[in-house]
Nanobody, 117 residues
Framework: QVQLVESGGGLVQPGGSLRLSCAAS????????MGWYRQAPGKERELVAS???????NYADSVKGRFTISRLNAKNTVYLQMNSLKPEDTAVYYC???????????WGQGTQVTVSS
């Protein structure tokens, strides 16, 4: 059974920082890409950042220079360090993994990030 366990969301003031974590287990094949998406109320889900097994990264323009994605392959874990948070970063953040060989996408349950004073 595939599980993606997310942690690290919460309430933070503008300019603050949060670190999200997602640990994946039970995937039938090795994990190729790991990433984070977010969905704000009334908006579509959008890519925040992704990272390949070889550590190539991709970021949404809105988070470049503020967010950093990293992963620990030995533990199938991906992290998202979020700095200089803005109210517009408020959303539910979802972990996403894509397996290699046979491409299957898995999603976490989501963790709420609220940036407000």
């Amino acid at each position: 059974q595939v599980q993606l366990v997310e942690s690290g969301g919460g309430l933070v003031q503008p300019g603050g920082s949060l670190r999200l974590s997602c640990a994946a287990s039970g995937t039938p094949f090795s994990i190729d890409v790991m990433g984070w998406y977010r969905q704000a109320p009334g908006k579509e889900r959008e890519l925040v950042a992704s990272i390949t097994r070889g550590d190539s990264t991709n970021y949404a323009d809105s988070v470049k220079g503020r967010f950093t994605i990293s992963r620990l392959n030995a533990k199938n874990t991906v992290y998202l360090q979020m700095n200089s948070l803005k109210p517009e970063d408020t959303a539910v953040y979802y972990c996403n993994v894509v397996t290699a060989i046979i491409v299957v996408t898995y999603w976490g349950q989501g963790t709420q990030v609220t940036v407000s004073s």
